[in-house]
């Protein structure tokens, strides 16, 4: 396999300002930092990825601790990956590199639980890792030293990822990860990824948040009243408020012993009966559940009998008023006589 140099800015900083990119023996450039998350990527003044030319130490795959190395300080202002895209050059088999990340400052306002980094190709919804192309977190070997952020102290060594978890993270500054990266030529990297003598790769930095609280769902209760007879078909409501879809289930149907039983359809919230041959009020409760949590609604049925109906005062009719003016004609009537 061919050696590759990895190529480095002198100073970082100058290239994010605009004024170029500082170059000198065999280190060049960063070609781009992005990301939801980015504040600022600086790498530390002096810090460079190799000390002399060509290599300090060529082609030193699998060693403990690596000569080749660079250290710089991330800053981010959201919970959100940045990525810090790096230019390599062709120049024969696999070197390491000690990587630090000096100073991990969350300038966010949320403690995280986690951190991790991850390398591949593409920045943004583009990124991507793939395995088996030699750009890797010191695989298979993994016998390098690894260094846990400030409070993160957890470490998952993958071939493609680094994950720090276990504690804390506040927001403020604190210490980042050391770290080995081997950098291998162009030979099996995705062609899109490739340019005129080499490739470019990219190191995702991710600060992993706690997950927002999850908050029960809200079913809707409500009533109906009814003459016996009627069919009721009623769709019950609610909502989950991170949007989760609900799960239905009748719980019980409760009241005087209907002539009729009652359908519930999970999945629609359709409720079905046939109130025919039943008097009384009745309770139809159901349960909404997003999977952990859950949330009872009550409908309320009051029905009332034929019978009962006949009873309920209704409002004279025309005629009938007009018969009762006459009758009270007719007795004013006989009075006068």
Request: aromatic content about 8%.
């Amino acid at each position: 396999m061919q050696m590759r140099q990895i190529i480095v800015a002198v100073t970082l900083a100058a290239f994010l300002s605009g004024t170029g990119i500082a170059s000198g023996a065999t280190i060049a450039e960063i070609t781009g930092v992005s990301g939801g998350g980015l504040g600022s990527v600086v790498e530390v003044p002096g810090s460079t990825l190799v000390d002399t030319a060509p290599f300090a130490v060529p082609n030193n795959d699998n060693v403990d601790f690596s000569d080749n190395f660079f250290l710089y300080d991330v800053r981010f202002d959201a919970v959100a990956p940045i990525d810090v895209v790096f230019r390599a050059v062709n120049s024969g088999g696999t070197s390491e590199y000690d990587t630090v990340l000096n100073t991990l400052h969350n300038n966010t306002a949320v403690s995280w639980t986690g951190f991790k980094l991850e390398i591949g190709f593409g920045t943004g919804a583009a990124f991507q890792t793939i395995a088996g192309t030699g750009l890797d977190f010191d695989s298979p070997d993994m016998d390098s030293f690894v260094d846990p952020p400030t409070f993160l102290p957890s470490i998952d060594h993958q071939e493609l990822s680094l994950t720090f978890s276990g504690g804390l993270r506040a927001p403020g500054l604190g210490s980042g990860p050391s770290f080995s990266i081997d950098v291998p030529d162009s030979t099996l990297v995705p062609d899109a990824a490739k340019t005129a003598d080499g490739y470019l790769f990219t190191l995702r930095h991710t600060p992993i948040a706690p997950a927002p609280p999850n908050l029960p769902p809200q079913a809707d209760d409500d009533s109906l009243a009814v003459f016996a007879g009627a069919l009721i078909d009623f769709t019950f409501t609610g909502i989950d408020p991170e949007g989760t879809p609900l799960i239905w289930s009748l719980i019980s149907f409760t009241g005087p012993t209907p002539l009729h039983a009652p359908t519930f359809n999970s999945l629609t919230q359709q409720f079905l009966w046939d109130t025919t041959g039943s008097a009384g009020t009745f309770f139809a409760l159901v349960n909404a559940s997003d999977g952990s949590l859950n949330d009872e609604a009550t409908l309320s049925i009051t029905v009332a009998s034929t019978r009962q109906a006949i009873e309920v005062p209704e409002p004279l009719s025309v005629s009938a008023l007009l018969l009762a003016s006459a009758i009270g004609l007719m007795r004013r009537s006989r009075h006068t006589i």
